[in-house]
């Protein structure tokens, strides 16, 4: 436009569209980070392609000058007969921003290492945040209402002034009030899920909910494996957990087929576990269909668990463990994304941290990572594993599932699968005691203020926009 339209210079016109346009990256996956074909691109566009030719051979010139020529197989923008746009993105850009702590770490310490070390000055952070009067004024009338009355409304407009419920923490009425709420969110769900899937929930057991896109990063398959080691439990060797039901939403790109594979096994499972007399009284599994924002709002409110168990290193922030944190849900995940603020604004008492962290993942991979030796070292993987193989539920056997953890695992659900376990038998035993319980969700909700978008935009508009106010 700048230059074809309205006749400026190339110096003139990038110094523009430069100081105009700042780069937010969203994920690190490869997916995510497009590269183009020129062959398809240079036809389709032929003018957009000469521009992004000049502004490669421009910045390859300025990469030689700096006397870093070493970093260009990283950082050309077009290389091995492809576009990068990543690349494109970060030299058209004045500012590039991860969003959460751990994710705009990973950027400059690895996927973007070359062009820190080009651009020291021009990468930051702006961790993500969530709409709060939707995601509890509107998602949850009856906890925005009690929590108005007890600490009044200002937390509304500035979502930081809900730390004053902190307070009320040993407060055992006001505790014991917001677990009534909960059970009323609870059993509006439970009348959903009969309404819409014909299953009957209890009320009383542990809401353990896992909605997000379903991606094999973010393991549903690996909540998947516990519910099957529980089945087996509860079946055969005499397990009597504190009831729970597993909730599940998702949707799968269409073209991804393991992702319909998990759903699938999914599913499964619910039948083979309605289908026993025995197993059903413990636990259920649920998995709503038509996953969207109105549904997330009937199913956030009434969770006890928030699932955020991606593998460290892979989930760039998330914003489902701010909306279910926010609404009194205790976060049971890995150090990944946001869950790593979260579990700095709630303390070590308050979540159920598991598994490995991004450190020791990428060793792992280092090293290469030998899920056949996580089958061969534990009793529990190799006989949920081995049970996996004898499922067949509507005609359909899942063997697949299992030669694919044992001979891929690509997000090592096997690695982190016996902490897993462990942190679920932590959650069971510590919902029993129902006001360490209430006392832990109340926390939860009382430090979510940091997790405002309104705190986000204001930190894009002083850090990268350079808003100012006019007075």
Do not use: C
């Given at each position: 436009l700048l230059l074809d339209e309205y006749g400026y210079s190339w110096d003139?016109?990038?110094?523009?569209?430069?100081?105009?346009?700042?780069?937010?990256?969203?994920?690190?996956m490869a997916e995510a980070l497009e590269k183009w074909s020129v062959e398809l691109f240079k036809p389709l566009l032929p003018r957009i392609y000469s521009i992004i030719e000049e502004i490669n051979k421009r910045f390859c010139q300025w990469v030689i000058d700096q006397g870093k020529d070493y970093t260009l197989v990283e950082t050309a923008i077009i290389y091995d007969n492809q576009i990068r746009m990543a690349n494109l993105s970060i030299v058209g850009s004045h500012n590039v921003n991860g969003v959460s702590k751990l994710h705009s770490d990973i950027l400059v310490d690895s996927t973007f290492r070359a062009f820190h070390e080009l651009y020291p000055t021009k990468f930051g952070n702006v961790t993500n945040g969530i709409a709060h009067r939707r995601w509890l004024g509107q998602a949850n009338p009856e906890l925005a209402e009690y929590l108005e009355d007890l600490i009044g409304d200002d937390f509304v407009k500035d979502l930081s002034k809900i730390d004053k419920l902190n307070k009320y923490a040993k407060d055992k009425k006001v505790v014991?009030?917001?677990?009534?709420?909960?059970?009323?969110?609870?059993?509006?769900l439970a009348k959903y899920i009969q309404e819409t899937t014909g299953i009957t929930v209890n009320p009383d057991s542990i809401f353990d909910v896992q909605v997000k896109r379903l991606?094999?990063?973010?393991?549903?398959?690996?909540?998947?494996?516990?519910?099957?080691?529980?089945?087996?439990?509860?079946?055969?060797?005499?397990?009597?957990?504190?009831?729970?039901?597993?909730?599940?939403?998702?949707?799968?790109s269409s073209g991804y087929q393991m992702a319909k594979n998990i759903i699938k096994f999914i599913h499964s499972i619910s039948q083979l576990i309605e289908s026993d007399e025995l197993v059903r009284d413990y636990i259920k599994v649920v998995f709503l269909p038509d996953y969207k924002v109105t549904l997330a709002e009937k199913i956030i409110p009434a969770a006890d668990i928030s699932e955020q168990i991606s593998q460290a290193g892979k989930e760039a922030s998330g914003t489902g463990n701010m909306k279910l944190m926010l609404n009194g849900a205790l976060t049971l995940g890995t150090l990944d994304g946001a869950n790593v603020e979260i579990h700095e604004a709630v303390g070590d008492d308050n979540i159920f941290i598991f598994g490995l962290g991004t450190p020791e993942v990428d060793e792992l991979n280092r090293h290469g990572y030998?899920?056949?030796?996580?089958?061969?070292?534990?009793?529990?993987?190799?006989?949920?594993?081995?049970?996996?193989?004898?499922?067949t539920v509507g005609g359909m056997n899942f063997s697949f599932i299992v030669d694919y953890l044992l001979t891929q695992d690509s997000y090592m659900c096997l690695?982190?699968?016996?902490?897993?376990?462990?942190?679920?038998?932590?959650?069971?035993?510590?919902?029993?005691?129902?006001?360490?319980?209430?006392?832990?969700?109340?926390?939860?909700?009382?430090?979510?203020?940091?997790?405002?978008?309104?705190?986000?935009?204001?930190?894009?508009?002083?850090?990268?926009?350079?808003?100012?106010?006019?007075?």
């Open positions: 003139k016109a990038w110094d523009i569209t430069t100081k105009t346009f700042a780069y937010t990256n969203h994920t690190i014991e009030k917001l677990q009534e709420i909960k059970k009323v969110k609870k059993e509006q991606h094999e990063y973010k393991r549903q398959l690996l909540n998947a494996l516990h519910i099957v080691y529980l089945y087996r439990e509860i079946k055969y060797n005499g397990l009597r957990p504190v009831p729970r039901t597993f909730i599940f939403a998702a949707k799968a030998k899920p056949w030796e996580y089958y061969n070292s534990s009793a529990r993987i190799k006989d949920t594993l081995d049970f996996i193989r004898t499922m690695a982190d699968f016996e902490s897993y376990v462990a942190a679920q038998e932590l959650v069971a035993k510590t919902y029993q005691d129902k006001e360490k319980w209430g006392q832990m969700s109340l926390i939860n909700t009382a430090n979510a203020g940091i997790f405002s978008a309104d705190r986000s935009v204001e930190e894009y508009a002083k850090d990268i926009w350079n808003i100012k106010k006019v007075k």
